[in-house]
């Protein structure tokens, strides 16, 4: 009688009782969850440099060195020094750094405040407005709005308008009264 094993026990002719194996019986039997395809070993990260290019590496992309120029005074592939700069002690300094950073934020707030609204310093509201577009930065020329183009038409018109008012000023021309009433609202 067929037992649930890959073996059997099943008399013979002699009456004897031989041990049959099954077909399967030759197959290892799959390890854990790894039924079709074998486990891999995960391959550890590393890399062929020494540790103190490796350590230099990281210390120049720390202080902002650019990954060519790194590459290049290092003399190695810039794809090298790419997954350097990757691994994760690097990776988790600079999120720590950026929190740090922003942590400080409430506090330059502040004392930007307290130096524009108790010191009434105008250096810091001049740098506050070029820092955020509202006054043009030191040395560049003011940015105007564009005008607005003109037609011919228009052109000429204002022009027939300004000599007009400048008549008016200068030799008391009288105007329409629609322009007299127009002048009289906007003054």
Known sequence: MPQNTSQAVRPNRSGAQAIVRSKRAHLKPPAGNCHKHPCKATKTRGSYLPEPKILRIQQRYLNGQNKTEIAREEKCDRETVARIVRFPEVQNFI?????????????????????????????????????????????????????????????????????????????????????????????
Not at 116 to 142: C, D, F, S, Y
Not at 152 to 177: C, D, F, H, K, W
């Open 95 to 187: 999120a720590q750094m950026q929190q740090e950073f922003f942590g400080l934020i409430p506090d330059a707030m502040a004392a930007v405040r307290y130096a524009l609204q108790v010191e009434k310093n105008p250096a810091i509201g001049i740098r506050v407005l070029e820092a955020t577009g509202v006054a043009a930065h030191r040395g560049a020329p003011p940015q105007l709005p564009a005008p607005t183009p003109v037609d011919g038409y228009s052109r000429q018109a204002i022009m027939v308008a300004n000599v007009l008012l400048e008549a008016n000023q200068q030799m008391g021309v009288t105007l329409p009264e629609s322009v007299e009433r127009a002048l009289a609202k906007k003054s």
